[in-house]
């Protein structure tokens, strides 16, 4: 057996696997090695791949789609821009039947009772442990229907916001069949649509963050303003579909993240000719970040094998951020780069952060580097490789 020093091109080839061009780190003389010594300072091989693209609401736990909670804005949508993330919970269409006379004189009970019933722990990764959400501007929607259109009426609305009572009173409602309100605490949603308007109720945002177990619209009461003229004890239809919409904004602290697939990396000798010892490997990336999302990437603990990854910096379609560093794999056995296991996690540190589909993170692996150490041994054959 004769251990050497000095890496030939094919043997570097066993590491770079026809990475294509190959550098020597030009800090060391390679005609001055001892090639009797095992020790060899840290070789480069240029590596150009793109490791990660992904999209910013793969960290929010959920696939998007027309059955999931998590949604991506339409061209055409009333509330947000193109691309933009929300989340929808829709409840089930409820009616009441009071007389015209409840409206005016309390005679009767014009009262939706429970019209919405939002429980975040049965919403997948949204109340994942890591996961913490801090909102900027939760809405309640209600859409309205009556066939009582001579007069306008007034609306009292009481939410349940993790068992406690929130209430916005005197909310004015039109003379029309069919109307929305959107109930928030810094209004914006009703744009000037026709039949819409916005009603703002303090302090929902800071009771509904971070999420909280569930909440509930524990109940609308509807009655009538003037005095307009009417036969009592005439029938009305009254018709309530009450939606929570949470705008992917949130402000800070907030975080999620998910499970990152680690793959693409092996080390696995080519030649029967060498046998090859590293305990570690560096590479030099490049990650350009367009979400408003600073991302960490994390090894889970492991006896075998560990990653260390530098923070990733926020930063906006408009304004794309580029973070430089290096990433460091250290394992024990070649098999144990296998057990490891990544987590991608995207922190909220801004006042508040739009997400827009259109965001995510790209990260490219520019150079691999063999780190000091490196064993390489040839092989004697007559001595059974030994």
């Not at 020597?24 to 840290?42: F, M």
């Not at 066939?147 to 029309?176: C, R």
């Not at 394992?331 to 490891?340: E, F, P, V």
Request: charged share 15%; hydrophobic share 40%.
């Amino acid at each position: 057996m004769n251990k050497v020093l000095h890496i030939s091109a094919a043997a570097l080839l066993i590491f770079a696997a026809a990475c294509n061009p190959i550098t020597v780190d030009k800090s060391y003389d390679i005609a001055q090695l001892d090639k009797t010594v095992t020790v060899l300072p840290g070789v480069t091989i240029s590596y150009e791949q793109e490791v990660l693209d992904m999209r910013i609401g793969a960290l929010l736990g959920e696939a998007t789609g027309p059955d999931s909670f998590l949604k991506v804005a339409e061209e055409s949508h009333p509330l947000f821009a193109e691309g933009d993330l929300y989340f929808l919970q829709e409840g089930s269409a409820k009616n009441i039947t009071p007389n015209v006379d409840d409206l005016y004189n309390g005679s009767g009970d014009a009262t939706f009772h429970n019209a919405l019933a939002v429980y975040m722990v049965d919403v997948p990764g949204m109340l994942n442990v890591s996961n913490q959400y801090n909102l900027s501007n939760p809405c309640i929607a209600l859409q309205i229907g009556t066939n009582w259109t001579d007069a306008p009426m007034e609306m009292d609305v009481t939410l349940l916001v993790g068992g406690t009572p929130l209430t916005k009173t005197n909310i004015p409602l039109q003379a029309v069949g069919s109307q929305t309100v959107y109930l928030s605490e810094m209004g914006g949603f009703s744009k000037g649509a026709t039949n819409t308007s916005d009603a703002q109720i303090a302090g929902f945002a800071k009771a509904v963050s971070p999420l909280p177990y569930n909440i509930t619209v524990s109940s609308v009461a509807l009655r009538g303003t003037g005095s307009p003229a009417y036969t009592p004890g005439t029938p009305l239809n009254l018709t309530l579909k009450a939606s929570f919409v949470l705008p992917a904004a949130f402000k800070a602290p907030s975080y999620f993240g998910s499970a990152l697939e680690f793959s693409g990396v092996k080390v696995t000798p080519k030649s029967s000719e060498y046998k090859v010892g590293i305990d570690a490997i560096s590479a030099h990336f490049v990650a350009v970040n367009t979400a408003p999302v600073e991302i960490s990437i994390t090894g889970q603990p492991n006896d075998s094998v560990s990653i260390s990854f530098p923070t990733i910096q926020p930063g906006t379609l408009e304004s794309p951020v580029t973070t430089e560093g290096d990433v460091t794999l250290t394992y024990k056995s070649y098999t144990a780069i296998s057990s490891l296991v990544t987590d991608i996690a995207g922190s909220i540190t801004s006042a508040n952060a739009q997400l827009n589909d259109k965001q995510g993170i790209k990260l490219t692996i520019k150079s691999v580097t063999l780190p000091d150490g490196v064993e390489v041994e040839f092989l004697d054959k007559k001595n059974g490789g030994q």
